[in-house]
């Protein structure tokens, strides 16, 4: 008795693992290594996705190699549920979501607006773009998904004494709040100095200074974020994300191949599930601030940073906006690492 006892257990606990790795409830989903399958493809820019912007485009930019197109995201212990397009636009019926952020969040919005094109190839869409915001309208869904450009989140203002970043204000929430889901991200614009810095001084409550620690400033700034998140988002109505922080691939020996001077003719990933050059700064500054949120439940992080880290082969290089003189190693090649952020936006979406 004891020993059918003991083997009905043992059964019942290898059907709930199997049940878990099938759906991937108890696995986490950004722990895993990227694997090459040569019958893979999520969508051609050609045929599926005319509207992409140029500057993501790299095999029409003429990049020669395209193993980068191959690789899958494998989570260890668990796969990933398949992305559908289909459902993804049926359960967002009626909805609205709106990516916020820079050029990273650009890059996300655009793999999402391919990967949901190629799923309904013959419904009409429509795509408008006002000053700042880009929307992306499948009519047959009433599904909006839109991107609004706000690189640092927090806000930027002009006055007699020059463009102040004012680290503890937000004013452009007023747009966000009218939406179903809002998927978030900055940090890229947070090192630029000189002719790209778009602002003059840096206000702290009453504070007004000429510069300071950048990885600080982008703490106090995510802190404003996250107390405007939770004090004007019901979570019960609206899904908040952050994508996390897409890394760039500036430096060979944080690959641990120190001849390497940037991304220029890399063309497969890190192998393995760690990154030899560690965790990103930002990202530790990032997970502090959500962890540190009293509504724990109020923003879901898509933690894409360790393994867009692997793929040092997946930015345009010379084949982006910048064309021969300007290898981009911070944007992403599309089709690429963005639809497997989306994948894993879907992916959460679902167990939410």
Request: charged share 20%.
């Amino acid at each position: 008795m004891a020993a059918a006892f003991s083997f009905t257990t043992i059964l019942l606990l290898l059907l709930s693992l199997l049940h878990q790795i099938i759906l991937g409830h108890g696995c986490d989903f950004y722990q895993g290594n990227w694997v090459y399958d040569s019958s893979y493809t999520l969508y051609t820019t050609s045929k599926d996705c005319p509207f992409i912007e140029k500057e993501f485009d790299c095999q029409r930019n003429g990049r020669p190699d395209n193993d980068y197109l191959k690789y899958t995201w494998q989570p260890t212990g668990c796969n990933l549920p398949r992305f559908n397009g289909e459902d993804f636009l049926q359960r967002f019926r009626g909805k609205s979501i709106m990516f916020v952020g820079d050029s990273l969040g650009l890059n996300q919005w655009q793999s999402l607006t391919c990967m949901l094109h190629k799923a309904v190839p013959n419904a009409t869409y429509k795509l408008t773009r006002t000053g700042g915001l880009s929307t992306f309208i499948f009519p047959r869904y009433n599904t909006k998904v839109m991107f609004s450009r706000n690189a640092f989140l927090v806000d930027i203002v002009q006055t007699s004494a020059g463009r102040v970043l004012k680290l503890g204000s937000i004013e452009s929430g007023k747009l966000w709040k009218q939406n179903d889901v809002l998927i978030f991200n900055s940090w890229h614009w947070w090192l630029h100095t000189g002719i790209k810095q778009p602002w003059d001084f840096i206000e702290i409550g009453d504070e007004m200074i000429k510069d300071m620690d950048r990885l600080l400033a982008y703490e106090k700034a995510l802190n404003t974020w996250a107390n405007w998140v939770e004090n004007n988002i019901d979570p019960t109505k609206t899904e908040v994300f952050f994508q996390g922080v897409s890394p760039d691939h500036a430096n060979g020996a944080d690959w641990g191949q120190p001849k390497a001077k940037s991304c220029t003719k890399e063309t497969e990933p890190v192998i393995g599930s760690s990154y030899p050059g560690g965790k990103h700064k930002a990202e530790i500054v990032l997970e502090k601030v959500i962890n540190k949120m009293s509504k724990l439940e109020a923003v879901n992080l898509l933690n894409i940073t360790t393994l867009s880290q692997l793929r040092k082969d997946g930015h345009p290089s010379f084949y982006g906006i910048g064309g021969h003189s300007i290898p981009d190693c911070s944007h992403w090649c599309l089709p690429g690492v963005p639809d497997t952020w989306n994948h894993l936006l879907y992916a959460t979406i679902i167990q939410i």
